[in-house]
């Protein structure tokens, strides 16, 4: 919906998927797991980054005051903010002030994450018969050509998996646990610092003068759409 939206307004190439991609999975992060499968444009990537994130800090604004006047029951609540905000900490953020709202929001969000992995092997798939294109060995069809596409997701399982797992198995480490998570968290901060800050090198600010204010709205009118289809669903399976 919000593919077709960027298309009317008048958004080439990739621009409206990753928009599109942006609002439904996990923001910058499903951007950047992507790009590589739909080979965007930096620029593409550049400007749906900037836009996308200040919608998803807007919303998280929006939902806290929202929250504060109607009082929505706090798993309803969760759920809310993690099926329509656009970064796990934006969720994390809007559900932590809410008693809880954190659990279901988080779970909610993470559950859109783990849906980045068949995003992507279908556009691979879809890509690559429109294309007529196929790599060696069977192209996506071999296992290594789906890691190689899914190298983000598998490592979020991975992680999330391990912090499930060993503290379970190993109760006794639970303070070495929090030492390394303190640590591998210090690290990962970092390097995503550093890519932001390497992406936003990239941004060419001709580009909001020619396609930011196409861009900027069909990804804020994608978001009232995301989030109306979201309550509409809430109401009706009564969450």
């Avoid at 996506?140 to 391990?162: H, K, T």
């Amino acid at each position: 919906l919000i593919t077709y939206l960027g298309k009317r307004f008048g958004l080439q190439g990739t621009l409206p998927l990753l928009m599109a991609i942006d609002s439904s999975i996990c923001g910058a992060s499903a951007v950047a797991a992507v790009a590589p499968t739909l080979r965007a444009k930096s620029s593409d990537i550049a400007l749906v980054i900037p836009i996308g994130s200040p919608i998803g800090t807007a919303g998280v604004l929006g939902l806290t005051v929202a929250q504060h006047h109607i009082h929505l029951a706090p798993r309803t609540y969760g759920i809310l903010a993690g099926a329509t905000l656009h970064e796990v900490a934006q969720v994390i953020a809007a559900s932590a002030v809410v008693p809880n709202a954190l659990e279901p929001g988080t779970v909610t969000k993470l559950l859109r994450v783990v849906l980045l992995a068949p995003v992507i092997v279908i556009l691979g798939e879809v890509l690559e018969r429109k294309h007529g294109k196929q790599g060696a060995s069977g192209g996506c069809r071999s296992l290594l050509g789906y890691a190689e596409r899914l190298w983000f997701v598998i490592g979020f399982l991975l992680v999330g998996g391990m912090n499930s797992l060993l503290p379970h198995v190993f109760p006794a480490h639970g303070p070495l646990w929090e030492v390394w998570n303190g640590q591998i968290l210090t690290v990962a901060t970092f390097l995503m610092a550093m890519a932001m800050g390497g992406m936003g090198l990239q941004v060419d600010f001709a580009q909001f003068t020619t396609r930011g204010l196409r861009t900027a709205a069909t990804g804020l009118i994608g978001w009232f759409l995301l989030f109306a289809m979201t309550a509409t669903e809430i109401h009706f399976l009564r969450l």
